[in-house]
């Protein structure tokens, strides 16, 4: 399939999708995100496929929702349409989605990559919620992943003075698990995946599932879940696999990657 505004490249068992809107720094305009929809849905459908790693351009990941798209929309145009829902795609992806933040992360941007497993940015990353400036919130949840990943005191000042965090800050407040040269994020981003991608692909899917119901449970039912999902791990043949492996001082040969 052929896009306009996204680049798709398999690199062995890793799907990358680069954003690529450049004129417009990647702004999230609805047919870039319907075409990032298809990718993660390719990707999802593709067995040979275990890890995606979702990047923008040096300058930008994506500097938030298309503003020119937005200005002429009214409220029964955006309720109607459940304008936003679309963009929820990658939240439902089963398979590990890494974002590799280079430059702007801003409003949807932002939000975007908040919406992956997790973020690797550059040096030059910024990251920031500035729909206060145009006279609005965040619509694709920022003002509820942003909390939960830096704490309320950050993400109400971010969300309300629409300040840029750098990436230092980022790492610092625990919403990037790691910095690297500009130069280094995508090969970094795609060695990761790649690891990812070497282990069970049914055990990558329990951990993610696992960790994401950190931020939709309490404490004892996260831990019952984990608990079951530990529990069903010994069914499969790749757990049996593994142990073995590390008992003989082998490798292990994973079927299910
Ligand atoms: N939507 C549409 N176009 C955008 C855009 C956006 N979000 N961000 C940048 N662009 C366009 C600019 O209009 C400009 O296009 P033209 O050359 O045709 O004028 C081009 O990209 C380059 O941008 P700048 O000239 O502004 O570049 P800069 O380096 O001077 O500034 C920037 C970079 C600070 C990121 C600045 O572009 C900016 O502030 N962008 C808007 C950021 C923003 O407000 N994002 C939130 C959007 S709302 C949202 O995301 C809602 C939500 O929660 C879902």
Request: charged share 25%; aromatic share 6%.
């Amino acid at each position: 399939m052929s896009y306009k505004n996204i680049l798709v490249d398999t690199r062995g068992a890793v799907g990358l999708i680069q954003l690529n809107r450049p004129k417009a720094l990647n702004a999230l305009c609805a047919e870039l995100i319907e075409e990032l929809n298809a990718a993660l849905d390719a990707y999802e459908a593709d067995p040979e496929i275990g890890a995606i790693v979702l990047t923008g351009s040096e300058k930008a990941f994506a500097a938030g929702a298309d503003i020119k798209e937005m200005l002429p929309k009214s409220f029964q145009d955006v309720y109607m349409e459940d304008f936003i829902s679309r963009w929820e795609r990658v939240t439902r992806c089963k398979k590990p989605v890494i974002a590799a933040v280079s430059g702007y992360a801003l409003g949807g941007g932002c939000e975007l990559a908040m919406m992956c497993d997790f973020i690797l940015a550059a040096e030059n990353a910024k990251f920031g919620q500035p729909e206060i400036n145009l006279g609005t919130i965040p619509g694709s949840g920022g003002t509820q992943r942003l909390t939960r990943f830096v704490g309320k005191s950050k993400a109400m000042e971010m969300c309300l003075t629409g300040r840029m965090m750098d990436a230092e800050e980022a790492e610092r407040a625990g919403l990037v698990s790691r910095i690297l040269p500009v130069a280094e994020l995508l090969d970094e981003a795609l060695k990761v995946a790649q690891a990812i991608a070497a282990k069970s692909l049914p055990s990558v899917m329990m951990a993610k599932e696992a960790v994401n119901a950190a931020y939709e449970t309490t404490l004892t039912q996260g831990v019952r879940f984990e608990r079951r999902l530990f529990h069903s791990s010994f069914a499969l043949e790749d757990r049996r696999e593994g142990m073995t492996a590390f008992s003989e001082k082998r490798e292990p040969q994973f079927k299910n990657r």
